[in-house]
């Protein structure tokens, strides 16, 4: 979240590059933000269609007394691994514009320093 908000102030001086209007800047950015919300939802609903599978969303419980197992669908699993796998590739992406920008703007004591830090 930190490198999200981070990101976006920067972004809003990016994005403003090579429009002409403010309409053509403001449209492009709220859209993007939106998709950025909005394609998770899209791709676990197109990956249930496609895969035909009926979802009851619940697990199973054997006994009362007994212990309590719970059966973890394979859908469940790949959403999590991909969740995981995505939000790391993002969190990798963002360290290395900030290291890559600490070293190009800031000199290579100071990039040093960042990548220090980044990596404690």
Same mark, same amino acid.
């Given at each position: 979240a930190c490198a999200f908000f981070l990101l976006l102030f920067e972004a809003t001086h990016l994005i403003g590059e090579g429009w002409a209007t403010e309409v053509d800047v403001l449209w492009r950015w709220g859209a993007m933000v939106l998709a950025g919300f909005a394609l998770p939802a899209v791709i676990d609903v197109s990956v249930h269609a496609g895969s035909g599978e009926g979802s009851s969303g619940e697990g199973t419980s054997e006994d009362a007394d007994? +212990?309590?197992?719970?059966?973890v669908?394979?859908?469940s699993k790949a959403r999590l691994i991909g969740a995981v796998l995505l939000g790391d590739f993002f969190h990798n992406l963002c360290d %290395? &514009? &900030?290291? $890559? +920008? +600490? &070293?190009k $703007?800031? %000199?290579t004591g100071f990039g040093w320093g960042v990548t220090l830090g980044t990596v404690l």
């Open positions: 007994a +212990a309590v197992s719970v059966v669908e394979p859908r %290395g &514009f &900030f290291l $890559g +920008a +600490a &070293f $703007g800031c %000199g």
